[in-house]
Nanobody
Framework: QVQLVESGGGLIQAGGSLRLSCAAS????????MAWYRQAPGKQREWVAG???????NYADSVKGRFTISRDNAKNTVFLQMNSLKPEDTAVYYC????????????WGQGTQVTVSS
């Protein structure tokens, strides 16, 4: 089973920037989609951004223009650059990785806390 390890969360003032990283264990396989989700206290987990192995990206409207997702396929690592952070971005951020096909799988990281103070 692939394991995802996230890093980069923390406490930041509104308007600041943070960069999250998520590395998948192992190599020699293709991860079709890597994505970031987040879950604020008392709310459901929501999708934030995703990127395919070919580099196609998509963003939730709430973060479009402020967040940038990227990946290093050679290292099976995905990043989330978060700029112009707002208090409403406060949440636990989870990394997700999906491999399609008969030997596919869907893996989640343990989550990293991002707190934006006003």
């Amino acid at each position: 089973q692939v394991q995802l390890v996230e890093s980069g969360g923390g406490l930041i003032q509104a308007g600041g920037s943070l960069r999250l990283s998520c590395a998948a264990s192992g190599n020699g396989f293709t991860i079709n989609v890597m994505a970031w989700y987040r879950q604020a206290p008392g709310k459901q987990r929501e999708w934030v951004a995703g990127i395919t192995s070919g580099g196609v990206t998509n963003y939730a409207d709430s973060v479009k223009g402020r967040f940038t997702i990227s990946r290093d396929n050679a290292k099976n690592t995905v990043f989330l650059q978060m700029n112009s952070l707002k208090p409403e971005d406060t949440a636990v951020y989870y990394c997700n990785a999906v491999r399609f096909g008969s030997s596919g799988w869907n893996a989640w990281g343990q989550g990293t806390q991002v707190t934006v103070s006003s």
